[in-house]
C-alpha cells in the first residue's frame, strides 16, 4: 500500500462549491507539502506545514497539519474553474534506514464546471 | 529570479536508442532531485544531490539510468538503453536544503517528455 494516501482520486466540482481534499501518512511527519499540477506542466508550491496544528492560507486554499494522525487537509473555498488541476501532497518522513526522504501521493484531479 | 531550467521539454526516441535530459537549478540551492512522473502517478525520486554528492539514488535503475552534477550545479541524466516503459516526465527540482532546520521549498521545472516507441 502506498506510504502517502490522497484522497479522493478525483474530484468534479460546480464552481462556488467548497471541497477537501486529504493526504495521510503511515509515517511520523516532519513536514507536509502541497503543490498543484496542470498537465504537461510542473508542481507549482502552494503551501508547507511543519508544526502539528499548523494551518496555512494563500487566497481560498486553506491547509491544515494534524501531526496526531499524520494526515493534511487542503480545503478550497467558493472553488473557480481556475482551481482545476492535480493536487500532490508530499510528506517529509524517516525511511528504513533513519534518513529524512520526500514521498508523494498518486495525486487528486479536481475539476471545476463553470 | 530565474526558475529551474530543464531541456529538452519534449523528446520521442525509439526502444535501446538513449537520451539525456539537462537540469540547471536556481543558483544557490544545494539539494537538486531528478523525478519521473508516469501519466496518473505521482512523482518518483531517481536520484537526489545534495551539492555534488549523492544522497538517495536507491530508486535509480543503474543497469539503464545514470545521473551527475559536476560542480554541484546543473546535472545531467542518461537513459542508455531507453525502454518503452521509461515514457514519462523527468521532472528536475532544486531546494536550498533537505532534511534538516532549513527544509523548505522546493522549485519544479517545467519537466521533459520523453515518449520511447
Known amino acids: 500500500s502506498q506510504e502517502l494516501e490522497q484522497s479522493p482520486q478525483s474530484l468534479i466540482v460546480q464552481e462556488g462549491k467548497n471541497l477537501t481534499i486529504n493526504c495521510t501518512s503511515s509515517?511520523?511527519?516532519?513536514?507536509l507539502y502541497w503543490y498543484k499540477q496542470k498537465y504537461g506542466e510542473g508542481l507549482i508550491f502552494l503551501m508547507m506545514?511543519?508544526?502539528g496544528g499548523e494551518e496555512k492560507s494563500h487566497e481560498k486554499i486553506t491547509a491544515k497539519l494534524d501531526e496526531k494522525k499524520q494526515q493534511s487537509s487542503l480545503h478550497i473555498t467558493a472553488s473557480q474553474p481556475s482551481h482545476a488541476g492535480i493536487y500532490l501532497c508530499?510528506?517529509?518522513?524517516?525511511?528504513?534506514?533513519?534518513?529524512?526522504?520526500?514521498?508523494w501521493g498518486l495525486g487528486t484531479s479536481l475539476a471545476v464546471n463553470p | 529570479e530565474a526558475g529551474v531550467a530543464q531541456s529538452p521539454r519534449y523528446k520521442i526516441i525509439e526502444k535501446r536508442q538513449s537520451v539525456a535530459f539537462w537540469c540547471n537549478p536556481i543558483?544557490?540551492?544545494?539539494?537538486l532531485y531528478w523525478y519521473q512522473q508516469i501519466l496518473g502517478q505521482g512523482p518518483k525520486l531517481l536520484i537526489q544531490?545534495?551539492?555534488?554528492?549523492?544522497?538517495?539514488d536507491s530508486q535509480l535503475p543503474k543497469d539503464r539510468f545514470s545521473a551527475e552534477r559536476l560542480k554541484g550545479v546543473d546535472s545531467t541524466l542518461k537513459i542508455q538503453p531507453a525502454k518503452l516503459e521509461d515514457s514519462a516526465v523527468y521532472l528536475c527540482?532544486?531546494?536550498?536544503?533537505?532534511?534538516?532546520?532549513?527544509?523548505?521549498?522546493?522549485?519544479f521545472g517545467e519537466g521533459s517528455r520523453l515518449t520511447v516507441l
Open positions: 506545514l511543519q508544526k
Open positions: 544531490f545534495q551539492n555534488n554528492g549523492v544522497v538517495d
Open positions: 509515517k511520523t511527519l516532519y513536514g
Open positions: 508530499g510528506a517529509d518522513i524517516l525511511n528504513a534506514g533513519n534518513n529524512r526522504k520526500l514521498i
Open positions: 527540482a532544486s531546494s536550498l536544503s533537505f532534511g534538516g532546520a532549513n527544509t523548505g521549498e522546493l522549485f
Open positions: 543558483s544557490g540551492h544545494a539539494t
